[in-house]
């Protein structure tokens, strides 16, 4: 169990490429910890609740974006902040994947490495 605890997220691009995953990796840590209503719109949370949400979400996000956001000490904001930035990802991202993967044909490939190797690439 402690090595679920030490295992490193990655911390969200500045770029955004990876923020489809990371958004559900933070979901699912914030859960765990049951501070997931600090990122949800009128929320009752406590200072110290809010305070450990956004050390978390400022620890697993890219550098570039930390100093961008500076001077946001609301976990709900940032958290919107970085949705607003990044959430048209979803609108370009989704449907290039959805049309590779009805496109996907085993006969297509000389080996099953190469056709598992566009099947994860098409997954992530």
């Not at 500076?70 to 949705?83: A, D, G, I, R």
């Not at 190469?114 to 997954?123: G, P, Q, R």
């Amino acid at each position: 169990m402690a090595n679920i605890e030490n295992r490193k997220s990655i911390a969200l691009d500045i770029s955004g490429k990876n923020y489809l995953s990371w958004v559900l990796d933070v979901k699912l840590h914030l859960s765990a910890k049951k501070l997931r209503h600090t990122i949800k719109e009128e929320n009752a949370a406590t200072n110290e609740e809010r305070a450990t949400a956004l050390i978390f979400l400022r620890h697993h996000i890219d550098d570039g974006l930390k100093y961008e956001y500076l001077t946001v000490e609301n976990p709900l904001e940032l958290w919107q902040n970085l949705n607003d930035r990044f959430e048209h990802l979803k609108a370009v991202v989704l449907p290039k994947a959805l049309n590779d993967w009805a496109q996907l044909r085993f006969q297509d490939f000389k080996t099953v490495s190469e056709y598992n190797s566009m099947l994860f690439k098409i997954v992530s």
